[in-house]
């Protein structure tokens, strides 16, 4: 319950049009001393999975918040809003898989509530800007000292929507792992962790072949892109505790023409 | 004339230089208690047509403010800069068409007071850039409780530039009108209003042809992207209350290769 | 050393990630009070350099605060992290180049201190994120009041690594100079001065002749962009007061298809 000092924002909407402060504006003239912290509005349009990506290995670093996130391809069909509960944080958005990556990082969902209840909406809502028209003016309640169970009805966490996990595979010398994301740096992120490298018996320091999308190369497991030479691939553990792959002074996604959703091998050589 | 809590940035600048910070600035060192919202940096540059729509879509959703926009070709030639009382809020700006229409969104024109007092401007000032040298700090002042009468001599609001108008024809069962602008996800919004659907005839869910650039396609009136199927067309009230066209899943304005400044035919079909 | 009510940032992250946000928490959980600014979060990947002109160029127009900076090839290795006291304001960062103009340009550099206490850092620093995990956490820590000497070691002004300083000849009638930057109107910004235009002997109003990579134009010395035809070129001073070449209604740079690093002559014509 209680109030939150901060709403977090995260959406595809893009930065070229007014749509993320119409947003703000809504949550300003509900409630004026909260503040606002955009996360990103960048996601590639209607991409739900990266948004979800994005938001769960961000909010953690964020102070206590009602996190808004809005990459919502069904707007205005039946696919419910809804208010998470999690740890520190309470999380609004559509429910299509979203938001539970988040609310797992965070601790685990507590509770969900649907929105329902229109008092806490702007009086008239379109059908393509439920971020403007419902989420925002419920997370500036929220904010506010609205308690989630005036928002509408509680469901069951095990129904909201999740999206099928990245895949990882594990074995002596060997790990398979989908690519979650790639950076501005054109650095590649697995869904491997530092602690399938240690099941998987890899060595710091030591070499390995990556494959991806029929290319083969060599790289070293290092810790940071200074420990290989200008050009080459270092394998490390990123600042998200993720597998990742970066070339030193270029980029690693390029080189390889990776993909968001790739599946890449890493192998250890001798 | 009472003092204003919030400033709004509304430019062509960019984001890649330290352009909107120095702007940011520059009010942060006169007016530290006031709040600074981005709307949007990334107006096409010089495009006025363009920043004065999103400015006017978007001033309504704001608080009460100085709006300060700037997409300004004429930077440091005769052209005015000007201060438009309009409703809850103070525009501040270029006098070359980019300030009215959102002056009319908020009410309309109450008074237009020409920038001529450098006391409200920086010491200095550029000839490339009034909105450090000038509109911030003039914005600034405002919030302060500075009264406009105070930054220069009266105007005519009907000597205030304006922007030619879109065209919009209606008749029985066809509307034609001027795409105004195009989002990032390739939504297509056009001149037109749910008002003119109404006068036209056309009935919610009823099938309409395009023709747009010679290309002509089917779709149909609903009211949001999930009324179609996937990879089909929807025309709807989108939530600036005007008549757009999107595709489930894809682009519309990719698909029409439409551009802002075309025009589109709507027609009823059997 | 007293305490700073804000902190501005400068970094290569880009905008579609959450790195930014996860650094502006670790500010907000640390100093609530502290307001943050964005100087820009698209330099170009690496590109020290460029961070370096635009933190120098964007300094002096905001208020006393903490910068931060981060274009950081070299994290997680040996180059060390600094603080640097210059007038009004505390630089922090990596010791690659990237804050000494910015230093310079506020009045000069007072003192520099290594960051080596890890207690003014997260608990757990990881090795490719050290925005997020050293520099925000320590500007937070400065931006309350804690002294720099407490950060680590002072270092002597002169150890601090500098990159090459752009290149500048100026004789009668000629002047030869770097592109410094492009900004995203094209407009080509040299490192020449306008006190260089001077010493050249250029007067104001007349023709100049433009050489870069091979091909030659004609442009006028002029103070703003419509002091030339349409599509006409314009040597002017620009507002950080350098030399710049502009195409009025166009881009300099897409004409005369120049990079930053390039050279390009000026010379008086008659």
Chains 1, 2, 3 share one sequence.
Do not use: K
Not at 28 to 38: E, K
Not at 50 to 56: D, P, Y
Not at 86 to 95: E, F, H, R, Y
Request: proline share 8%; aromatic share 6%.
């Amino acid at each position: 319950m209680g109030s939150w000092n901060w709403i977090s924002l995260t959406t595809d909407y893009g930065q070229a049009e007014g749509f993320v402060a119409a947003c703000r504006g809504v949550i300003a003239r509900l409630a004026p001393q909260v503040q606002v912290m955009d996360v990103t509005h960048l996601i590639p349009p209607q991409d739900v999975r990266r948004g979800a990506e994005v938001l769960a290995q961000t909010v953690t670093w964020l102070p206590p918040a009602v996190h808004v996130a809005v990459v919502d391809p069904g707007v205005g069909t039946s696919r419910r809003g809804v208010c998470v509960s999690a740890g520190p944080a309470t999380l609004v958005g559509p429910d299509n898989g979203l938001l539970p990556p988040a609310a797992d990082a965070l601790g685990g969902i507590e509770s969900v509530h649907a929105l329902e209840d229109p008092r806490f909406w702007l009086p008239s809502v379109s059908s393509t800007f439920h971020g403007r028209d419902i989420f925002a003016p419920v997370a500036a309640h929220l904010a506010l000292g609205v308690d989630p169970a005036e928002l509408g009805p509680l469901i069951p966490a095990d129904d909201l929507v999740r999206l099928p996990p990245p895949r990882i595979t594990v074995g002596p010398g060997r790990i398979e792992a989908d690519v979650l994301t790639i950076d501005s740096f054109g650095n590649v992120q697995l869904a491997a962790t530092r602690a399938d490298l240690a099941v998987a018996g890899f060595d710091p320091g030591s070499p390995v072949s990556l494959r991806v999308r029929q290319s083969a190369r060599r790289a070293l497991l290092g810790q940071t892109f200074g420990d290989v030479g200008f050009g080459e691939l270092v394998v490390y553990v990123d600042s998200a505790e993720r597998v990742a792959i970066a070339m030193n002074g270029g980029s690693a996604s390029a080189t390889f023409r990776v993909r968001e959703g790739d599946r890449v091998v890493l192998a250890r050589t001798r």
